[in-house]
Protein backbone atom coordinates (compact mmCIF):
# COMPACT_ATOMS: atom_id res chain seq x y z
CA UNK A 1 0.00 0.00 0.00
CA UNK A 2 1.47 3.28 -1.13
CA UNK A 3 1.73 6.11 1.49
CA UNK A 4 2.83 9.24 -0.61
CA UNK A 5 0.87 10.08 -3.82
CA UNK A 6 1.78 13.35 -6.10
CA UNK A 7 -1.63 14.33 -8.09
CA UNK A 8 -1.38 16.24 -11.60
CA UNK A 9 -4.50 18.38 -12.58
CA UNK A 10 -5.89 17.97 -9.37
CA UNK A 11 -8.16 20.36 -10.07
CA UNK A 12 -9.87 18.25 -12.32
CA UNK A 13 -13.08 15.94 -12.23
CA UNK A 14 -10.44 12.92 -11.62
CA UNK A 15 -8.29 14.99 -9.50
CA UNK A 16 -11.33 16.41 -7.05
CA UNK A 17 -12.11 13.09 -6.89
CA UNK A 18 -8.92 11.58 -6.55
CA UNK A 19 -9.05 13.91 -3.46
CA UNK A 20 -11.98 13.12 -1.80
CA UNK A 21 -10.92 9.29 -1.72
CA UNK A 22 -7.66 9.92 -0.80
CA UNK A 23 -9.18 11.90 2.23
CA UNK A 24 -10.69 8.93 3.53
CA UNK A 25 -7.05 7.19 3.47
CA UNK A 26 -4.11 7.21 5.04
CA UNK A 27 -1.68 8.82 2.30
CA UNK A 28 0.47 11.90 2.44
CA UNK A 29 -0.45 14.15 -0.76
CA UNK A 30 3.53 15.30 -2.10
CA UNK A 31 2.51 17.10 -5.02
CA UNK A 32 -0.51 18.76 -6.23
CA UNK A 33 -0.56 20.90 -10.07
CA UNK A 34 -3.39 22.76 -11.83
CA UNK A 35 -3.52 24.54 -15.16
CA UNK A 36 -4.92 28.27 -13.95
CA UNK A 37 -7.37 27.71 -11.07
CA UNK A 38 -5.34 28.88 -8.15
CA UNK A 39 -8.55 29.62 -6.56
CA UNK A 40 -9.31 26.10 -6.05
CA UNK A 41 -5.75 24.82 -5.74
CA UNK A 42 -4.70 27.06 -2.80
CA UNK A 43 -8.45 25.18 -0.48
CA UNK A 44 -6.39 21.72 -1.50
CA UNK A 45 -3.11 23.53 -0.57
CA UNK A 46 -4.49 24.73 2.63
CA UNK A 47 -6.27 20.88 3.30
CA UNK A 48 -3.99 18.35 2.43
CA UNK A 49 -0.18 20.73 3.22
CA UNK A 50 1.89 19.16 0.01
CA UNK A 51 5.35 20.16 -0.62
CA UNK A 52 4.99 21.24 -4.19
CA UNK A 53 2.27 23.20 -5.82
CA UNK A 54 2.50 23.48 -9.56
CA UNK A 55 0.40 26.19 -11.87
CA UNK A 56 1.05 25.89 -15.45
CA UNK A 57 0.00 29.47 -16.28
CA UNK A 58 3.16 31.58 -15.11
CA UNK A 59 1.58 34.82 -14.08
CA UNK A 60 -1.05 32.84 -11.81
CA UNK A 61 1.66 30.58 -10.55
CA UNK A 62 3.27 33.85 -8.90
CA UNK A 63 -0.33 34.69 -7.88
CA UNK A 64 -0.48 32.07 -5.87
CA UNK A 65 2.77 32.32 -4.59
CA UNK A 66 1.47 35.59 -2.86
CA UNK A 67 -1.54 34.29 -1.85
CA UNK A 68 0.08 31.24 0.35
CA UNK A 69 2.92 32.71 1.89
CA UNK A 70 1.98 31.55 4.95
CA UNK A 71 2.43 27.79 3.80
CA UNK A 72 5.76 25.45 3.46
CA UNK A 73 3.85 24.96 0.01
CA UNK A 74 6.58 25.81 -2.58
CA UNK A 75 5.23 26.77 -5.98
CA UNK A 76 6.46 25.60 -9.28
CA UNK A 77 5.10 26.57 -12.91
CA UNK A 78 5.20 25.15 -16.44
CA UNK A 79 6.10 22.19 -17.95
CA UNK A 80 9.87 22.03 -15.64
CA UNK A 81 6.68 22.25 -12.89
CA UNK A 82 4.92 19.38 -14.14
CA UNK A 83 7.82 17.11 -14.44
CA UNK A 84 9.32 18.45 -10.84
CA UNK A 85 5.90 16.93 -9.29
CA UNK A 86 6.43 13.82 -11.20
CA UNK A 87 9.34 13.02 -10.13
CA UNK A 88 9.50 14.16 -6.61
CA UNK A 89 11.89 11.85 -4.48
CA UNK A 90 9.41 10.66 -1.68
CA UNK A 91 6.56 10.06 -3.76
CA UNK A 92 5.15 6.16 -4.11
CA UNK A 93 2.69 7.06 -7.26
CA UNK A 94 2.18 9.51 -9.36
CA UNK A 95 -1.58 10.13 -10.66
CA UNK A 96 -1.70 11.39 -14.04
CA UNK A 97 -4.79 13.42 -14.26
CA UNK A 98 -4.24 15.94 -16.90
CA UNK A 99 -6.08 16.06 -19.99
CA UNK A 100 -4.24 16.05 -23.36
CA UNK A 101 -0.77 15.43 -24.54
CA UNK A 102 0.66 17.73 -22.37
CA UNK A 103 0.41 14.51 -19.71
CA UNK A 104 2.78 13.27 -22.09
CA UNK A 105 6.20 14.46 -21.10
CA UNK A 106 5.21 14.16 -16.72
CA UNK A 107 4.28 10.70 -17.61
CA UNK A 108 7.24 9.69 -18.64
CA UNK A 109 9.30 11.35 -16.53
CA UNK A 110 7.64 9.67 -13.46
CA UNK A 111 8.42 6.42 -15.00
CA UNK A 112 12.15 7.35 -15.83
CA UNK A 113 11.98 8.18 -11.87
CA UNK A 114 10.74 4.57 -11.09
CA UNK A 115 7.46 5.98 -10.07
CA UNK A 116 4.61 3.88 -9.77
CA UNK A 117 1.96 6.04 -12.44
CA UNK A 118 -1.77 5.68 -11.74
CA UNK A 119 -2.84 7.13 -15.87
CA UNK A 120 -6.03 8.93 -16.17
CA UNK A 121 -4.53 10.97 -18.95
CA UNK A 122 -5.38 8.17 -21.71
CA UNK A 123 -4.42 11.08 -24.71
CA UNK A 124 -0.54 9.67 -24.02
CA UNK A 125 -0.85 6.02 -23.67
CA UNK A 126 -2.96 6.70 -27.02
CA UNK A 127 -0.15 9.14 -28.98
CA UNK A 128 2.64 7.53 -26.90
CA UNK A 129 1.76 3.86 -26.44
CA UNK A 130 5.11 2.26 -27.92
CA UNK A 131 7.30 5.06 -25.56
CA UNK A 132 5.28 4.58 -22.41
CA UNK A 133 4.82 0.95 -21.99
CA UNK A 134 8.52 0.61 -23.15
CA UNK A 135 9.76 2.71 -20.55
CA UNK A 136 7.42 0.84 -17.71
CA UNK A 137 9.30 -2.39 -18.51
CA UNK A 138 12.03 -0.83 -18.64
CA UNK A 139 12.48 0.71 -15.22
CA UNK A 140 10.12 -2.26 -13.78
CA UNK A 141 7.30 -0.06 -12.32
CA UNK A 142 3.35 -0.66 -12.38
CA UNK A 143 0.66 1.68 -14.94
CA UNK A 144 -2.14 1.30 -13.21
CA UNK A 145 -5.62 2.00 -14.98
CA UNK A 146 -7.66 5.09 -13.63
CA UNK A 147 -10.42 5.00 -16.84
CA UNK A 148 -13.45 2.92 -15.86
CA UNK A 149 -13.24 0.42 -18.41
CA UNK A 150 -9.50 -0.58 -18.34
CA UNK A 151 -9.88 -0.34 -14.65
CA UNK A 152 -13.08 -3.07 -14.91
CA UNK A 153 -10.85 -5.06 -17.16
CA UNK A 154 -7.97 -4.94 -15.06
CA UNK A 155 -10.29 -6.39 -12.61
CA UNK A 156 -11.70 -9.09 -14.27
CA UNK A 157 -7.97 -9.97 -15.02
CA UNK A 158 -6.94 -10.62 -11.11
CA UNK A 159 -6.62 -13.98 -10.71
CA UNK A 160 -6.32 -15.07 -14.79
CA UNK A 161 -3.62 -18.10 -14.79
CA UNK A 162 -2.02 -15.69 -17.76
CA UNK A 163 -2.44 -13.68 -20.74
CA UNK A 164 -3.08 -16.68 -23.32
CA UNK A 165 -6.06 -17.59 -21.75
CA UNK A 166 -7.99 -14.33 -22.35
CA UNK A 167 -10.04 -14.23 -25.77
CA UNK A 168 -11.20 -11.21 -25.96
CA UNK A 169 -11.56 -7.71 -23.98
CA UNK A 170 -15.53 -6.05 -24.40
CA UNK A 171 -15.48 -2.29 -23.67
CA UNK A 172 -19.03 -1.10 -22.84
CA UNK A 173 -20.39 2.47 -23.91
CA UNK A 174 -22.73 4.60 -22.85
CA UNK A 175 -23.20 5.62 -26.46
CA UNK A 176 -23.56 9.80 -24.89
CA UNK A 177 -26.33 11.72 -25.43
CA UNK A 178 -26.80 11.14 -29.07
CA UNK A 179 -26.69 7.29 -29.13
CA UNK A 180 -29.36 6.29 -31.72
CA UNK A 181 -29.17 9.56 -33.82
CA UNK A 182 -28.59 9.56 -37.50
CA UNK A 183 -25.68 11.89 -39.21
CA UNK A 184 -29.21 14.12 -40.30
CA UNK A 185 -30.28 14.85 -36.83
CA UNK A 186 -26.57 14.98 -35.76
CA UNK A 187 -26.30 18.23 -38.57
CA UNK A 188 -27.15 21.14 -36.17
CA UNK A 189 -26.73 19.51 -32.78
CA UNK A 190 -25.23 22.29 -30.22
CA UNK A 191 -22.45 22.32 -28.00
CA UNK A 192 -24.55 22.40 -24.46
CA UNK A 193 -26.39 19.53 -26.12
CA UNK A 194 -23.06 17.66 -26.66
CA UNK A 195 -22.05 18.41 -23.03
CA UNK A 196 -25.06 16.94 -21.38
CA UNK A 197 -23.70 13.59 -20.91
CA UNK A 198 -26.42 10.77 -19.64
CA UNK A 199 -24.61 9.08 -16.74
CA UNK A 200 -21.10 10.64 -15.97
CA UNK A 201 -20.23 13.86 -14.90
CA UNK A 202 -16.88 14.96 -16.83
CA UNK A 203 -14.54 17.48 -17.74
CA UNK A 204 -15.38 19.13 -20.92
CA UNK A 205 -13.00 17.75 -23.23
CA UNK A 206 -13.80 14.08 -22.33
CA UNK A 207 -17.47 14.79 -22.36
CA UNK A 208 -17.26 15.97 -26.09
CA UNK A 209 -15.04 12.86 -26.83
CA UNK A 210 -18.39 10.47 -25.20
CA UNK A 211 -20.56 12.66 -27.35
CA UNK A 212 -18.47 11.89 -30.92
CA UNK A 213 -17.57 8.53 -29.72
CA UNK A 214 -14.07 9.42 -29.69
CA UNK A 215 -13.53 8.34 -26.22
CA UNK A 216 -14.93 4.82 -26.92
CA UNK A 217 -12.10 5.00 -29.96
CA UNK A 218 -8.90 6.27 -28.01
CA UNK A 219 -10.10 3.30 -25.23
CA UNK A 220 -9.80 0.51 -27.56
CA UNK A 221 -6.37 1.81 -28.33
CA UNK A 222 -5.83 2.42 -24.43
CA UNK A 223 -6.65 -1.30 -23.98
CA UNK A 224 -4.02 -2.31 -26.87
CA UNK A 225 -0.99 -0.89 -25.10
CA UNK A 226 -2.54 -1.72 -21.51
CA UNK A 227 -3.74 -5.38 -22.12
CA UNK A 228 -1.72 -6.48 -25.24
CA UNK A 229 -4.67 -7.45 -27.09
CA UNK A 230 -4.65 -6.93 -30.71
CA UNK A 231 -7.38 -4.97 -32.49
CA UNK A 232 -9.38 -7.35 -33.68
CA UNK A 233 -9.99 -8.91 -30.07
CA UNK A 234 -11.61 -6.12 -29.07
CA UNK A 235 -14.91 -5.36 -29.06
CA UNK A 236 -17.48 -2.33 -28.20
CA UNK A 237 -20.91 -3.09 -27.07
CA UNK A 238 -23.28 -0.13 -26.30
CA UNK A 239 -24.96 -0.55 -22.47
CA UNK A 240 -26.84 2.64 -22.04
CA UNK A 241 -27.26 2.23 -18.27
CA UNK A 242 -23.15 2.03 -17.51
CA UNK A 243 -23.68 -0.24 -14.97
CA UNK A 244 -21.34 -2.94 -16.51
CA UNK A 245 -17.95 -0.89 -17.03
CA UNK A 246 -16.56 -3.35 -19.56
CA UNK A 247 -15.62 -7.37 -19.83
CA UNK A 248 -13.40 -9.67 -20.45
CA UNK A 249 -14.29 -13.77 -22.19
CA UNK A 250 -11.61 -16.11 -22.04
CA UNK A 251 -10.87 -19.03 -24.39
CA UNK A 252 -13.47 -21.40 -23.06
CA UNK A 253 -16.18 -18.29 -23.70
CA UNK A 254 -16.67 -17.71 -19.83
CA UNK A 255 -17.49 -14.12 -19.53
CA UNK A 256 -16.07 -11.63 -16.67
CA UNK A 257 -18.09 -8.51 -16.01
CA UNK A 258 -17.30 -5.56 -13.34
CA UNK A 259 -20.33 -3.87 -12.65
CA UNK A 260 -21.38 -1.05 -10.23
CA UNK A 261 -22.70 2.40 -9.85
CA UNK A 262 -21.22 4.91 -12.60
CA UNK A 263 -18.78 7.15 -9.93
CA UNK A 264 -15.41 6.75 -10.87
CA UNK A 265 -14.44 7.18 -6.94
CA UNK A 266 -13.90 3.05 -7.34
CA UNK A 267 -11.03 2.75 -10.19
CA UNK A 268 -9.69 5.74 -8.76
CA UNK A 269 -9.77 4.36 -5.04
CA UNK A 270 -8.84 0.80 -7.03
CA UNK A 271 -5.64 2.66 -8.49
CA UNK A 272 -4.38 3.60 -5.46
CA UNK A 273 -4.88 0.75 -3.09
CA UNK A 274 -4.00 -1.98 -5.60
CA UNK A 275 -3.99 -4.94 -4.59
CA UNK A 276 -5.87 -4.09 -2.13
CA UNK A 277 -9.87 -2.94 -1.41
CA UNK A 278 -11.14 -0.40 1.79
CA UNK A 279 -14.75 1.12 2.32
CA UNK A 280 -15.61 3.24 -0.63
CA UNK A 281 -17.70 6.83 -0.66
CA UNK A 282 -19.48 5.47 -3.32
CA UNK A 283 -22.85 4.03 -3.16
CA UNK A 284 -24.04 0.59 -3.55
CA UNK A 285 -24.98 -1.31 -6.69
CA UNK A 286 -28.80 -2.02 -6.14
CA UNK A 287 -29.58 -4.59 -9.15
CA UNK A 288 -33.22 -4.56 -8.73
CA UNK A 289 -33.13 -0.71 -8.59
CA UNK A 290 -31.41 -0.65 -12.13
CA UNK A 291 -34.54 -3.43 -13.59
CA UNK A 292 -32.92 -3.53 -16.99
CA UNK A 293 -29.52 -3.81 -18.87
CA UNK A 294 -29.62 -3.25 -22.57
CA UNK A 295 -26.76 -3.55 -25.01
CA UNK A 296 -26.30 -2.54 -28.75
CA UNK A 297 -24.07 -2.26 -31.51
CA UNK A 298 -22.63 0.73 -32.24
CA UNK A 299 -22.98 2.89 -35.23
CA UNK A 300 -19.47 3.22 -36.92
CA UNK A 301 -21.21 4.86 -39.82
CA UNK A 302 -22.21 7.58 -37.90
CA UNK A 303 -19.63 8.04 -35.52
CA UNK A 304 -16.18 8.43 -37.65
CA UNK A 305 -14.31 8.47 -34.78
CA UNK A 306 -14.81 5.03 -33.77
CA UNK A 307 -13.58 3.59 -36.97
CA UNK A 308 -10.97 5.91 -37.77
CA UNK A 309 -9.53 5.03 -34.24
CA UNK A 310 -9.51 1.46 -35.65
CA UNK A 311 -8.26 2.07 -38.46
CA UNK A 312 -5.26 3.88 -36.86
CA UNK A 313 -4.60 1.01 -34.71
CA UNK A 314 -4.20 -1.55 -37.35
CA UNK A 315 -1.97 1.17 -39.40
CA UNK A 316 0.33 1.41 -35.78
CA UNK A 317 3.35 3.65 -35.87
CA UNK A 318 2.62 7.51 -35.25
CA UNK A 319 -1.35 7.02 -36.66
CA UNK A 320 -2.87 6.85 -33.00
CA UNK A 321 -0.84 9.73 -31.82
CA UNK A 322 -2.31 11.13 -35.28
CA UNK A 323 -5.78 10.76 -34.25
CA UNK A 324 -5.16 11.74 -31.18
CA UNK A 325 -3.88 15.47 -31.81
CA UNK A 326 -6.45 16.08 -34.85
CA UNK A 327 -9.17 15.14 -32.00
CA UNK A 328 -7.84 17.65 -29.75
CA UNK A 329 -7.47 20.44 -31.94
CA UNK A 330 -11.19 19.72 -33.53
CA UNK A 331 -12.59 19.00 -30.40
CA UNK A 332 -11.20 22.32 -28.50
CA UNK A 333 -12.90 23.98 -32.47
CA UNK A 334 -16.35 22.25 -31.68
CA UNK A 335 -15.88 24.14 -28.03
CA UNK A 336 -15.25 27.20 -29.74
CA UNK A 337 -18.13 27.65 -31.58
CA UNK A 338 -15.53 27.01 -34.89
CA UNK A 339 -16.68 23.66 -36.63
CA UNK A 340 -19.72 21.52 -36.23
CA UNK A 341 -19.96 17.98 -34.29
CA UNK A 342 -19.84 16.51 -37.56
CA UNK A 343 -16.36 18.33 -38.94
CA UNK A 344 -15.03 16.67 -35.85
CA UNK A 345 -15.60 12.73 -37.07
CA UNK A 346 -14.67 14.14 -40.32
CA UNK A 347 -11.53 15.99 -39.84
CA UNK A 348 -10.27 12.89 -37.34
CA UNK A 349 -10.82 10.65 -40.45
CA UNK A 350 -8.98 13.01 -43.05
CA UNK A 351 -6.05 13.25 -40.97
CA UNK A 352 -5.08 9.43 -40.85
CA UNK A 353 -4.84 9.46 -44.58
CA UNK A 354 -3.57 12.99 -44.85
CA UNK A 355 -0.89 13.48 -42.16
CA UNK A 356 2.58 11.56 -42.46
CA UNK A 357 2.97 8.62 -40.57
CA UNK A 358 6.19 7.60 -39.18
CA UNK A 359 7.91 5.04 -36.96
CA UNK A 360 8.31 6.57 -33.22
CA UNK A 361 11.54 6.06 -32.15
CA UNK A 362 11.52 9.10 -29.91
CA UNK A 363 9.40 11.50 -28.24
CA UNK A 364 9.90 13.95 -30.52
CA UNK A 365 8.73 11.56 -33.39
CA UNK A 366 5.19 11.44 -30.99
CA UNK A 367 5.21 15.34 -30.39
CA UNK A 368 5.87 16.18 -34.28
CA UNK A 369 2.99 14.26 -35.50
CA UNK A 370 0.51 15.61 -33.07
CA UNK A 371 1.65 18.70 -34.17
CA UNK A 372 1.78 18.13 -37.86
CA UNK A 373 -2.33 16.56 -37.05
CA UNK A 374 -3.25 19.88 -35.35
CA UNK A 375 -1.86 21.81 -38.20
CA UNK A 376 -3.83 19.47 -40.63
CA UNK A 377 -6.88 20.41 -38.71
CA UNK A 378 -6.13 23.84 -38.64
CA UNK A 379 -5.56 24.60 -42.29
CA UNK A 380 -8.50 22.03 -43.63
CA UNK A 381 -10.78 24.50 -41.86
CA UNK A 382 -9.40 27.33 -42.76
CA UNK A 383 -9.19 26.20 -46.51
P1 LIG B 1 -10.62 18.15 -16.47
O1 LIG B 1 -10.62 19.09 -17.61
O2 LIG B 1 -11.75 18.18 -15.52
O3 LIG B 1 -9.26 18.34 -15.61
C1 LIG B 1 -8.01 18.40 -16.21
C2 LIG B 1 -6.93 18.81 -15.21
O4 LIG B 1 -5.72 19.04 -15.95
C3 LIG B 1 -7.24 20.10 -14.46
O5 LIG B 1 -6.64 20.05 -13.18
C4 LIG B 1 -6.53 21.17 -15.30
O6 LIG B 1 -6.15 22.31 -14.54
C5 LIG B 1 -5.31 20.41 -15.79
N1 LIG B 1 -4.87 20.88 -17.11
C6 LIG B 1 -5.61 21.00 -18.23
N2 LIG B 1 -4.86 21.47 -19.25
C7 LIG B 1 -3.63 21.66 -18.76
C8 LIG B 1 -2.41 22.13 -19.33
N3 LIG B 1 -2.32 22.53 -20.62
N4 LIG B 1 -1.33 22.19 -18.53
C9 LIG B 1 -1.39 21.80 -17.26
N5 LIG B 1 -2.51 21.35 -16.66
C10 LIG B 1 -3.61 21.27 -17.41
O7 LIG B 1 -10.45 16.69 -17.09
P2 LIG B 1 -10.93 15.30 -16.48
O8 LIG B 1 -12.31 15.03 -16.92
O9 LIG B 1 -10.59 15.20 -15.04
O10 LIG B 1 -10.02 14.29 -17.32
C11 LIG B 1 -8.64 14.09 -17.03
C12 LIG B 1 -8.16 12.86 -17.81
O11 LIG B 1 -8.83 11.71 -17.31
C13 LIG B 1 -8.46 12.93 -19.30
O12 LIG B 1 -7.44 12.33 -20.03
C14 LIG B 1 -9.74 12.11 -19.44
O13 LIG B 1 -9.87 11.52 -20.71
C15 LIG B 1 -9.51 11.05 -18.36
N6 LIG B 1 -10.75 10.46 -17.82
C16 LIG B 1 -11.64 11.25 -17.18
C17 LIG B 1 -12.81 10.70 -16.66
C18 LIG B 1 -13.78 11.55 -15.88
O14 LIG B 1 -14.74 11.01 -15.35
N7 LIG B 1 -13.61 12.84 -15.78
C19 LIG B 1 -13.05 9.33 -16.82
C20 LIG B 1 -12.12 8.54 -17.48
C21 LIG B 1 -10.97 9.12 -17.97
MG1 LIG C 1 -13.76 5.47 -19.90
Redesign the pocket.
Known sequence: MISTISIL???????TQALDVISKLNIKVIAL?????IKLLEQQIRKFNPQLAVV?DEKKAKQLCDNIKDTNTKVLSGMEG?IEAATQEDCDLVLN????M??LKPTLSAIKAKKDVAL????TLVAGGSLVMDAVKRNCVKLYP???EHSAIFQCLQGAPDNKSLKKIILTASGGPFFGKTKKELRNVTKAQALNHPN?S?????TI?SATMM?KGLEIIEAYWLFNVPVENIDVVIHRESIIHSLIMYNDNSVIAQLGVPD?RIPIQYAITYPNRFKSPVKELDLADVGMMTFAKPDEKTFRCLSACKKALKIGKTAPAIVNGANEAANQLFRDDKITFLQIGELVEKSVENVKIVEPKTLDDVLKADLLAREFVINSINM
Open positions: GSTGSIGTAHSNFLALVGVGANKEVDSWMGAKIDNM
